[in-house]
Structures are given as structure tokens and as C-alpha cells.
């Protein structure tokens, strides 16, 4: 059995679904201990909101959302016809 793609190509350690799956569990496992980490250590914040648990991964969450929401509006206006340039 080969390891190579019909043109040529070798295959890649991403192109099996096997390990794409692994590294999204190893994400969302790294994003559940950062958010228990969050419980453990004591925070000195400059303002009381942030000493919420879990407030930065809450945040930056809510940011994330935003920002790939409005580029998608942003799309919308910015898209120019398949045939600009020519």
C-alpha cells in the first residue's frame, strides 16, 4: 500500500481525518484546562469584572463571534464580480 497521491503528492500527516480529529480534541482539551486553570489561580484585575471565572475565555469568545460576523457583512460589500480585473 503507498503513501502516494495520484499526482505525485506525498500524503501528509493532516490528510487523514484520524489526526485532524485528534488535534480538535487536543484544542478543546487545552481550552477545558485553561478555563479550570482559570479557577485555581487568583487574579488581581484592575477592575471587578475581571475576576469573574472564566471572564477572558468568555471574552475572547464573544470577540471571535463579532469579528467573523461583521467580516462577513464586510463581504458583502467589499465583493467584487469574477470578471473585475478583466
Do not use: T
Not at 480529529?21 to 487545552?30: P, T, W
Not at 481550552?31 to 471587578?48: K, M
Request: proline share 2%.
Amino acid at each position: 500500500m503507498s503513501n502516494q497521491k495520484k499526482d505525485g503528492d506525498e500524503k501528509r500527516w493532516l490528510d487523514n481525518p484520524k489526526n485532524v480529529s485528534k488535534l480538535v480534541y487536543l484544542l478543546v482539551a487545552a481550552c477545558i484546562l485553561s478555563v479550570l486553570a482559570d479557577f485555581v489561580w487568583s487574579r488581581h484585575g484592575h477592575f471587578s469584572f475581571e475576576e469573574i471565572p472564566a471572564f477572558y475565555a468568555v471574552y475572547g469568545f464573544v470577540a471571535y463571534c463579532f469579528i467573523v460576523l461583521s467580516a462577513k457583512q464586510l463581504r458583502r460589500i467589499l465583493k467584487r464580480d469574477e470578471n473585475y480585473y478583466d
